[in-house]
């Protein structure tokens, strides 16, 4: 019998992740046998460690999460637009000459969570993204895509916020705000939460005057990182609170699609693993 398909995820750490049974969920749907692991590598070791997956362990794939988002990107021989724009990357694929590619997936499954699953219309809304780090950056460009109309980005530190808004170059539509302004900045229609705050064990004050009457909250985290923020969200009337858990099996569906040349259904996966507590 010849051994099952062989795919990972890369992070640090990594043995709580939802993407192998996500995965495994996803093959059953076509009838496809496959490996896929959790692969614990430090920063130190990780190029190692995606290398040797490829090229003795029979690797087709990698999911890659934190910390080495950037990483993947910088190691893979080739990179998708989507990637490009981003800078870094949360799928990895193998052409044929061994060379990876890189791809981001980040923002469109944020996208498609919002749009498809929960039916919502992003354009024309004002939106306030909390955080400038890896996790903001994967899911800004996308935003755009999806038509938001501005996007006011308000950091801890202000210098990265100044980054990305440079980097997304749009100085029409895209602003920085200082975090102590959070007050007297008005009301959106979206806040996304892309700090590591919640997964850090950390937590912070927000002020209710920022959701709008119909206002969107959406934590990029899952699970116990997004609690804090969903209850603020709650508290503060938003008319929807969202966690990252769709968002994540958009991702791994991508990834999925990319290996595998076949889309399968999220919403059975999605079903099944908020039964299960998710
Ligand atoms: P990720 O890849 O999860 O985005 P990151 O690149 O380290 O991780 O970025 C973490 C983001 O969460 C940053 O925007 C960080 O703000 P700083 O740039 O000021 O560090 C933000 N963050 C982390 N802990 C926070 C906290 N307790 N309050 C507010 N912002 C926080």
Redesign the pocket.
Known sequence: MSSPLQFAVFGHPIAHSLSPPIHQAFARQFGIELAYRTIDAPPSTFADAVKHFFDHEGGRGANVT??H?AAAFALADEHTQAAARVGTANVLTRRPDGGLVAHNTDGAGMVRDLTERHGIDLRGHDTLM?????????VAWSLFDAGVATLTIV???PA?ADALADAIGEPARVHTRY?EELGNIGSYDLIVN????G??G???TLPFSLAASRALCYD?GYGKSAVGFLAWARAANALYAYDGLGMLIETAADAFELWHGKRPDTEPVYQSLRAQGS
């Open positions: 934190l910390p988002k909390l955080g400038a780090g890896g996790a903001a950056r994967g950091n801890r530190t990265a975090w892309a700090t590591s705050a997964t850090l950390q937590s912070f990029l």
